[in-house]
């Protein structure tokens, strides 16, 4: 048990709403899109990250307050934002049950997602975050 966190990247064409922000759902053309999405990331119990990927789903028009099971997209213009918040130290301290607690040693594996979300919007891919808790 515990707070399980990834990044997916997906082609534009198999989400329901390419634009989307918030919440992105699968274009339901009869093809397993969600098994098209492909992990380029995954953190167990960071719950700073966490933390600043729930504060950017409620920003977008996310409405769940609880964020467990939603997910967020992630533009360059949003990676700038985070990998200045990491770099700075400046991830919001973040509590829940079974979340655990960031540590020093996760700036390094962050800044390596926030590089492999940078290709693969370069790729042509939507980048977003998942979790589940």
């Known amino acids: ?3 399980d966190m990834y990044a997916f990247k997906i082609r534009p064409a198999l989400l329901a709403d390419p634009e989307a922000m918030v919440d992105l759902q699968p274009a339901g053309s ?3 899109e969600e098994d098209q999405a492909e992990q380029i990331a995954s953190w ?3 719950p700073n990250l ?3 990927m729930h504060h950017l789903y409620i920003a977008k028009g996310g409405t769940d307050r ?4 939603n997910t ?7 990676l700038d934002v985070l990998e200045a918040d990491i770099t700075a130290g400046e991830l919001p301290p973040t509590s829940g049950f079974f979340f655990g607690q ?3 040693e996760d700036r390094d594996d962050d800044l390596l997602f926030v590089a492999k979300a940078r290709a693969a919007l370069a ?5 977003f975050y998942d979790s589940w808790w």
């Open 44 to 46: 167990r119990k960071h």
């Open 66 to 69: 609880e964020f467990n099971g």
């Open 1 to 3: 048990m515990g707070l």
């Open 30 to 32: 009869g093809e397993n």
């Open 50 to 52: 966490h933390g600043w």
């Open 72 to 78: 967020v997209r992630l533009t360059e213009e949003l």
């Open 123 to 127: 790729e042509g891919y939507v980048v």
């Open 102 to 104: 960031s540590t020093p």
